[in-house]
């Protein structure tokens, strides 16, 4: 079993920058790769970005290349997720993920976080 606990979220303007992080505990969770899923108002989940643990390989969604930056701290068993340049399309509950692998991640994450609330203002 693994848990994710996300910190980070909040309020911010348009043009602005967040750091969202997630703490990952648990059975053998240094073997999964991890990412980022939102959630918009009246919209479906969506992949975000993911990161392997060993090689720091990642894969992000069209929507947010260039802007968002997704990195790990495997000391401190710690994913981020550096979101720069912010709009107000951005506004979305965003969750910590964990799977096999990116590819995996990106197609359908075996672990869950609880979420944390983005909200990017005009």
């Known amino acids: 079993q693994v848990q994710l606990i996300e910190s980070g979220g909040g309020l911010v303007q348009a043009g602005g920058s967040l750091r969202l992080s997630c703490s990952v505990s648990?059975?053998?969770?240094?073997?999964?790769?991890m990412g980022w899923y939102r959630q918009g108002p009246g919209k479906e989940r969506e992949f975000v970005a993911a990161?392997?643990?060993?090689?720091?390989?990642?894969r992000y969604a069209d929507s947010v290349k260039g802007r968002f930056t997704i990195s790990r701290e495997s000391f401190r068993n710690t994913v981020y997720l550096q979101m720069d340049s912010l709009k107000p399309a951005d506004t979305a509950a965003y969750f910590c993920?964990?799977?096999?692998?990116?590819?995996?991640?990106?197609?359908?994450?075996?672990?869950w976080g609880q979420g944390t609330q983005v909200t990017v203002s005009p």
């Open positions: 648990g059975r053998s969770s240094d073997k999964y790769a």
């Open positions: 990161i392997n643990w060993g090689n720091s390989i990642a």
């Open positions: 993920v964990a799977g096999p692998s990116t590819v995996d991640i990106a197609k359908e994450p075996g672990h």
